[in-house]
């Protein structure tokens, strides 16, 4: 697991909603999201493990979409529900590294307007070490023009770290088990990539 400092903790509350759209990436050997589901639609052209595979993708999709939406309600509400992003969403050593700026963001009184939307997601990694234990990676990019920060009283100060008003983040998520629960166990935000 990627250890994220500050800058990304700011990065990952600013990747607030969005929706998934197919990736327009140069790169002809990756699968988009678009083309990976509508391979799934395909459905007797799949094999057993291939359906799986797109199963656990649907699956994920579905929760980094609620994570996303949840993620700009909070931002959007003053940080002060940002316990229900750990309880739901947050794994591994990401809410330990997320919580104090979520808290500071509360206790400050800040919140934000509008949303980061997500207006390109690929897969970039799917390893499964047996049913209800994948891990799926995102390459999104993130474009936050429609997104502002505010102090408590409403003055708009600029977004932190200087936000690129595009980017690229990269979303981890893992399955617990086959009854568990898909958790985002890494967010990280490359400011570097423009797209």
């Excluded at 979409?65 to 931002?75: C, G, I, S």
């Excluded at 047996?130 to 023009?145: H, N, R, V």
Aim: net charge negative; charged share 25%.
């Amino acid at each position: 697991m990627r250890r994220t400092g500050t800058a990304g903790v700011v990065l990952l509350a600013l990747t607030v909603a969005g929706s998934v759209s197919a990736c327009t990436d140069d790169d002809a050997g990756a699968a988009t999201l678009a083309e990976l589901q509508a391979s799934a639609s395909a459905g007797p052209g799949l094999d057993p493990e291939e359906q799986a595979e797109q199963k656990a993708i649907d699956d994920a999709t579905g929760v980094l979409d609620d994570f996303r939406a949840l993620e700009a309600e909070v931002a959007n509400d003053g940080y002060g529900g940002w316990t229900r992003l750990t309880m739901d969403y947050w794994g591994g050593e990401l809410a330990e590294a997320y919580a104090p700026w979520y808290r500071d963001m509360a206790e400050k009184g800040w919140y934000t307007t509008g949303a980061a939307e997500m207006v390109d997601s690929e897969v970039t990694g799917y390893t499964a070490r047996g049913a209800g234990y994948e891990k799926i990676e995102f390459t999104t990019c993130l474009d936050t023009s429609g997104l502002r920060m505010h102090e408590k009283d409403g003055t708009e100060i600029p977004l932190p770290n200087d936000t690129a008003e595009r980017y690229v983040n990269v979303y981890e998520l893992e399955h617990q088990g086959k009854d568990g629960a898909w958790r985002v166990t890494d967010s990280t935000g490359q400011m570097e990539r423009s797209c």
